[in-house]
């Protein structure tokens, strides 16, 4: 093993009583078949738990979605899911596990960097779920997901510049949905006012929902200010006691 073990199930938060299926979820394809001298046993690599890892963390994701946000229609909660097991963000998962240092690989992936390589990573994080599974049942699984790849940033974020946790990215959307399920007017953003030098500015945005809700946020653009202010939004019209105080308008 390239690297110790004990530190990837530390970071992990999860001690396997079977090591077996932990060193399986890291081994490449590429391994197997050089010690096989061909195509190796479908038991010798991570690719089977991979598969089933994929499975897992869909179920296990749209699952806590659902008791999270128990009153959000499906369309909101496909696209949360969507960027949860997206690879980008997974591969931000992957990451900060260290899981890239575990990997056993063959001899062709080690020399063209296969440790670092995205779909190699999210492979192997796939295969570490299914193992845990197997490991320690659904809810050593649930433990982990929520750990993991639930509650941690949203590593598309800042390739997408649009700095909002948590996975949700786009509120905009999310605050229209809202507005419309409520009976209330499409949310309406006004730039406020900008700050800074012209390499660096900070801009307010403020975002109205009819006559009596209104929210404001900053950001270094404003795409980024927009999604601030209609997270804010979207969070007081989320609150309880809220829609029936709209209704009542």
Known sequence: MRADLASLEARAGYRFSKPELLRRALTHSSLANEICAGPGSPLNDNEQLEFLGDSILGFLVAEALVSRYAESREGELSRIKAHLVSAAHLH???????????????????????????????????????????????????????????????????????????????????????????????????????????????????????????????????????QRAARSMYDELKEPGTADSVAAE
């Open 92 to 226: 931000g998962v992957a990451r900060r596990l260290d899981i890239g240092s575990h990997l056993e690989l063959g001899r062709s992936e080690e020399m063209s960097g296969g440790r670092a390589k995205k779909t190699l990573l999210v492979d192997a994080l796939e295969a570490l779920i299914a193992a845990i599974y197997l490991d320690g049942g659904a809810e050593a699984a649930r433990a982990f997901i929520t750990a993991h790849v639930m509650d941690a940033p949203f590593a598309g974020d800042a390739d997408s510049d649009t700095d909002i946790q948590p996975a949700m990215k786009n509120f905009k959307s999310a605050l229209q949905e809202m507005a419309q399920s409520l009976k209330l007017p499409p949310p309406r953003y006004v730039i406020l006012r900008e700050r800074g030098p012209e390499h660096s500015k900070t801009f307010t945005v403020e975002v109205r929902v009819g006559k009596d809700h209104m929210a404001q946020a900053e950001g270094r653009t404003k795409k980024v200010a927009s």
